[in-house]
């Protein structure tokens, strides 16, 4: 082989390494901007729940317990949804918010028992429709943090790879974690 020959094929081996760190490089960059728009649309559901609690709470449709209970535990969790927005570069949920929006559904689980439920739906009107709405946020709630934490794993796993490793093509980003907390619905609202 000649020397030109030999040149050219060191050459395009380099060009060759070269496109796939950068196309590595940009999959890890849409990834991690993936995980930042499914925690934002986590935060977002997360919100809408809590309005739709607190909506249930004020209707008047429970009784007075259930009604404080799941007010304070809607409150809470506006609260730290807006203490949680004031930072900007996390990127991630704190145990405290997981621990408010676990709380939350802990709550709605009390205070939506299958007798309450009978009550509201005896009662008729707009209790059966704040209810449906209860129930559509809770779902949604569900599906969003699921995609977020699938979302995460993805990212962990490219970021596992040696050559992201060792050229270190996920710069100083942190690693994202999972979204913990209890977000199952109350059994009278499982569809």
């Given at each position: 082989m000649?020397?030109?020959?030999?040149?050219?094929?060191?050459?395009?081996?380099?060009?060759?390494?070269?496109?796939?760190?950068?196309?590595?490089?940009?999959?890890l960059?849409?990834?991690?901007?993936?995980?930042?728009?499914?925690?934002a649309a986590?935060?977002?559901?997360?919100v809408?729940?809590?309005?739709?609690?607190?909506?249930?709470?004020?209707?008047?449709?429970l009784?007075?317990?259930?009604?404080?209970m799941?007010?304070?535990?809607?409150?809470?969790?506006?609260?730290?949804?807006?203490?949680?927005?004031?930072?900007?570069?996390?990127q991630r949920?704190s145990?405290?918010?997981e621990?408010?929006?676990?709380?939350l559904?802990?709550?709605?689980?009390?205070?939506?028992?299958a007798?309450?439920?009978?009550?509201?739906?005896?009662a008729?009107?707009?209790?059966?429709?704040?209810?449906?709405?209860?129930?559509a946020t809770?779902?949604?709630?569900q599906?969003?943090?699921?995609?977020?934490?699938?979302?995460?794993?993805?990212?962990?796993?490219?970021?596992?790879?040696?050559i992201v490793?060792w050229?270190?093509?996920?710069?100083?980003?942190?690693?994202?974690?999972?979204?913990?907390?209890?977000?199952?619905?109350?059994?009278g609202?499982r569809g």
């Amino acid at each position: 082989m000649s020397e030109p020959n030999v040149l050219a094929l060191v050459v395009l081996v380099l060009v060759a390494i070269g496109w796939y760190l950068s196309y590595s490089a940009a999959r890890l960059d849409r990834l991690h901007a993936r995980v930042q728009g499914t925690l934002a649309a986590l935060d977002a559901q997360l919100v809408r729940r809590a309005e739709a609690t607190l909506e249930l709470a004020n209707s008047g449709v429970l009784d007075a317990a259930s009604a404080l209970m799941l007010a304070s535990a809607a409150s809470d969790s506006l609260s730290a949804a807006e203490d949680e927005d004031t930072d900007a570069d996390q990127q991630r949920f704190s145990h405290d918010r997981e621990g408010v929006e676990s709380r939350l559904s802990e709550a709605l689980g009390l205070a939506l028992s299958a007798d309450a439920l009978a009550t509201v739906s005896e009662a008729g009107g707009f209790g059966d429709d704040i209810v449906s709405r209860v129930r559509a946020t809770g779902l949604r709630v569900q599906l969003a943090r699921r995609f977020h934490n699938d979302a995460v794993t993805d990212v962990r796993g490219v970021r596992r790879k040696w050559i992201v490793r060792w050229f270190r093509l996920a710069g100083h980003a942190d690693m994202p974690q999972t979204v913990e907390f209890v977000d199952a619905l109350p059994h009278g609202l499982r569809g």
